[in-house]
């Protein structure tokens, strides 16, 4: 009970500590794409993965945005990997899909990547890979000290507000903002079923 109480009193906290003008920053980006029929480019590994398939669904079906992971296709992935390393493996995807400078993407990371570590490098080459084409990128990150949050064009950073629960606050709240994103009025352009139905 009493874990269950403090990890609730957790995410109100982080709500209460949430930068707005950071998340309309990430809105600012993702309606520059639009307004350029740009494409989304969604990246993550874990989690992370698993909210780049969803958000790809999202985005493509609420918000008309021509958007990808490289995670929804596991053969190529794989492949990538097992051929030429997993280090590579976004980055050369991102090259065969003609990332442009009107496109962006879109990290979802607990860290953000870290090279000295050697954290997430898959994804740090990915964005270096963006850069270098002059795509736009934004995330949604649980570190401020991590290669996304010092090189994205917008990030959000969830709030850490206990050391040990850094990982299931950081993929909770990525949920709660991109869906935040997609349902913004700048960015929605079809009406969400249940929302429809009277």
């Not at 609730?8 to 029929?37: A, G, M, P, Q, T």
Request: hydrophobic share 40%; charged share 25%; proline share 2%.
């Amino acid at each position: 009970m009493e874990y269950t109480k403090n990890y609730l009193k957790e995410v109100k906290e982080i709500v209460d500590k949430l930068n707005i003008y950071d998340i309309e920053k990430v809105i600012d980006v993702i309606k520059s794409v639009k307004r350029v029929n740009g494409r989304i480019f969604f990246v993550g590994v874990g989690g992370g993965a698993g909210h780049a398939s969803h958000a790809v669904n999202d985005f493509r079906k609420i918000a008309g945005i021509e958007s990808y992971t490289p995670t929804d296709n596991v053969s190529e992935l794989t492949a990538r990997i097992n051929d030429d390393g997993w280090e590579s493996s976004i980055s050369k995807w991102l090259a065969i899909s003609k990332l442009t400078s009107n496109d962006c993407i879109f990290v979802f990371s607990v860290g953000g990547g870290n090279d000295e570590k050697n954290v997430s490098v898959n994804l740090i080459n990915a964005i270096k890979y963006g850069k270098e084409c002059g795509a736009k990128v934004v995330g949604i990150i649980g570190k401020d000290g991590g290669y996304t949050a010092k090189v994205a064009d917008a990030r959000v950073i969830i709030p850490v507000v206990n050391d040990k629960s850094i990982t299931p606050h950081t993929e909770s709240f990525q949920a709660v903002i991109w869906h935040l994103i997609v349902a913004h009025p700048d960015i929605q352009s079809n009406e969400m079923k249940w929302e429809s139905v009277k």
